[in-house]
């Protein structure tokens, strides 16, 4: 399974737009949600893929740089947008790098934190994904 962008509803408005997440706008129920923010621009977060969580990440400020690997490319995406979130499935490598200053990196789980679910050496998980 690979990447796609998720268009999240919005409802434009001259005092400010408002962006909806509810119902089917993500496939899966959400179990966790957790951001990101005050990341040096020089700082490497993610580094890991997940054997059965889903995610998706949305740059609710400023930007920032996902980069996937599926055990034989590499992708980078640029997320920039509030009303766009990157969804990402299983066995997914993530490296999140290149923060704006200001940014904020809000990411939507499948599943509560288990760290057993964690692939977390880029080897091992090279090694799963080629199966």
Do not use: L, Q, T, W
């Given at each position: 399974m690979e990447h796609?962008?998720?268009?999240?509803?919005?409802?434009?408005?001259p005092r400010g737009n408002l962006a909806v997440i509810e119902g089917n706008t993500i496939p899966f129920a959400v179990k966790r949600v957790y951001y990101l923010f005050d990341?040096?621009?020089?700082?490497?977060?993610?580094?890991?893929a997940h054997k059965e969580c889903q995610s998706m990440l949305i740059a609710l400020s400023g930007s920032f740089t996902v980069k996937l690997y599926d055990g034989k490319s590499w992708k980078k995406i640029l997320l920039n947008k509030p009303d766009k979130g990157l969804l990402i499935p299983t066995m997914l490598w993530r490296e999140l790098e290149d923060f704006s200053s200001g940014a904020v990196c809000l990411s939507i789980?499948?599943?509560?934190?288990?760290?057993?679910d964690y692939i977390r050496d880029l080897t091992a998980f090279e090694s799963l994904a080629s199966h």
């Open positions: 796609k962008f998720v268009d999240i509803p919005k409802i434009v408005d990341v040096p621009s020089n700082s490497h977060r993610g580094g890991h789980a499948s599943h509560e934190f288990d760290e057993e």
